[in-house]
């Protein structure tokens, strides 16, 4: 662990000069609390912002988010833009798991109708959507049609009859990024893909049951159709095996060529070409494709869902997409009449009222956020302001953010001990692993209330409603 001297700071951040390395080109600032900071301090996530603030075309400021915990070259809640003319695209500050991110579903239900057939839907849930290494027999899709899928995200599953233009209107980049190439995606990315098409995955993905707790911004909450006492379901998932292997190639390739282009890096996890380059525009294509996959997923989750909630509570189990937003992706994006690459690893948009992609129906309101906590603690729906802009170059964090290390929280306490007390609160638990419950333990984490508490006075997003756990199924 590295030392850096926070000379900046406010209440609600730190900042991280240039002047505390030689190699920075721009300074780090870190959005955290007293507590936070001393949480953030404790692994490699500042040695990993500052290594980002040495990147060639990188401009701004590097952002740490109140979640952030160290990843894979790019801390996981790091927000960096670089000048896509003169700056570099890095597979690190994306992810393994491309677009990765989390959709917002609300149902008429409120909990007393709900109650009575809670635990058979959470069961069919489970059953219905596969999850850890599972696969989905039922969209084993030909070659044909998964490059359709990578090609054309959600629009190819209108035709599918599994998405409805409702849908695309509320998913970010409507669910599709138009800069995908299916050819930049290699045959062992499309095999490990084909048939994972409406899976969760492992890890801290899920489908959660939940129930409007609290609002704190009534216009807002109107505005998504979020009201007290109602049912919704959170879907956390991103690009599976594909999205994996994406990164894997490109990270090898980035590796090998980046003494062509002159490239010298403070940490080889954050192999990068030029944006502008042969090797930069095919990573960008190939994770363009991976995205579209990545929202294709959650699409057929809901769909999935969808049928589940019809079938447990007839029309007014009906479940309405609020919004899909994504993180782990890069974006072309102008920011101060500047054309930016932005990477968000473990962050997300925060686009607020003005913006152009916000869409139409929030568009007074500003976009929604998800910050899901984690398993027991309740998850928030934030809406995007403007001021995020110049604060985050319009982003903010992607849920409570890690504490423990996987191994660390397999330590601390067994996954039947998490199992009986999240059971204890009430929560429906739907988990075959007892070790991914114990990786996913709500002690392994920050403190939901206060990585958003964070968000909310330091303007990135601000507090809409709370929503508390019923039921979660997990890989």
Not at 6 to 20: C, D, L, M, N, Q
Not at 52 to 57: F, R
Request: aromatic residues 6%; proline residues 5%; charged residues 20%.
């Amino acid at each position: 662990m590295t030392a850096y001297p926070a000379i900046a700071r406010s209440a609600w951040f730190r900042e991280i000069p240039t002047t505390a390395r030689a190699d920075m080109r721009v300074p780090v600032r870190i959005y955290a609390d007293d507590v936070l900071w001393q949480q953030i301090s404790e692994d490699r996530s500042l040695e990993q912002a500052v290594n980002v603030a040495t990147l060639p075309g990188v401009t701004g400021q590097v952002y740490a988010m109140p979640d952030v915990h160290e990843g894979y070259g790019f801390p996981v809640g790091g927000v960096a833009a670089m000048e896509a003319e003169s700056g570099v695209i890095s597979p690190g500050g994306v992810g393994y798991d491309i677009n990765c991110g989390v959709r917002l579903l609300v149902s008429d239900l409120d909990l007393a109708a709900a109650r009575s057939h809670l635990e058979a839907a959470v069961h069919d849930l489970s059953r219905s959507i596969p999850s850890g290494p599972g696969r989905n027999p039922q969209l084993d899709l030909t070659t044909a049609d998964l490059d359709r899928v990578l090609d054309e995200g959600c629009e190819f599953l209108l035709d599918l009859g599994i998405a409805s233009p409702e849908d695309l209107r509320n998913t970010e980049a409507g669910g599709r990024l138009p800069a995908a190439r299916s050819a930049s995606v290699s045959p062992k990315a499309k095999q490990r893909g084909h048939n994972q098409l409406g899976t969760i995955g492992s890890g801290n993905h899920f489908v959660e049951v939940q129930v409007v707790d609290e609002v704190f911004d009534s216009a807002a909450a109107d505005a998504y159709g979020i009201h007290p006492g109602r049912i919704t379901v959170l879907i956390h998932t991103g690009s599976r095996g594909l999205g994996h292997q994406v990164c894997t190639d490109f990270v090898r390739q980035m590796d090998q060529i980046m003494p062509r282009y002159g490239i010298h890096l403070a940490d080889r996890q954050l192999a990068c070409a030029p944006f502008s380059s042969p090797e930069g525009r095919a990573y960008f294509a190939g994770m363009c494709a991976a995205a579209n996959f990545a929202w294709a997923n959650r699409q057929a989750i809901t769909s999935a869902a969808r049928r589940i909630f019809t079938r447990a509570y007839g029309t007014a189990g009906h479940l309405r997409l609020v919004y899909d937003v994504a993180h782990n992706i890069a974006k072309l994006e102008e920011h101060g009449g500047a054309r930016l690459c932005i990477h968000r690893k473990g962050a997300t948009r925060a686009f607020g009222p003005s913006h152009p992609e916000t869409p139409i129906p929030y568009r007074h309101v500003g976009q929604p956020v998800f910050i899901p906590g984690s398993m027991g603690t309740a998850s928030y729906v934030l809406a995007g302001n403007d001021a995020s802009m110049t604060l985050s170059f319009g982003s903010t964090c992607h849920g409570a953010g890690r504490a423990m290390s996987r191994g660390e929280a397999k330590r601390t306490r067994s996954g039947h001990e998490v199992r009986r007390e999240l059971e204890q609160q009430g929560i429906i638990v739907r988990c075959p692993s007892s070790s991914e419950l114990a990786e996913e333990a709500p002690t392994a984490y920050k403190d939901v209330e206060r990585v958003v508490d964070v968000v909310h006075h330091v303007g990135l997003a601000r507090k809409v409603a709370r929503l508390k756990p019923l039921g979660v199924v997990k890989g």
